[in-house]
């Protein structure tokens, strides 16, 4: 999400960020679904944290950085940032 390629608070401030405070969007907007449904939205954010500090399994693919996701829909990792 953050290009750490580490899963911590800073991916969901990462997302608040792009979403509210008008922040770069993200090389890798396949990264930041963090629930998988297709859109980047405070739900992803919501879902990293649960993820982090209430025991909500493991993020779907590509999570936490850019690769395959077996989801079809229209979100991508920008070829250019690899």
Request: hydrophobic content about 40%; some cysteine; aromatic content about 10%.
């Amino acid at each position: 999400m953050n290009e750490d390629k580490v899963i911590d608070i800073s991916d969901s401030v990462a997302v608040i960020s792009y979403l509210f405070l008008g922040e770069a969007r993200p090389y890798c907007m396949d990264s930041a679904d963090a629930n998988d449904d297709g859109s980047v939205d405070i739900s992803d954010t919501l879902r990293i944290l649960s993820h982090l500090f209430n025991g909500g399994g493991p993020l779907p693919q590509p999570f936490p950085s850019r690769g395959f996701d077996s989801t079809v829909d229209d979100l991508f990792c920008d070829e250019a940032a690899f």
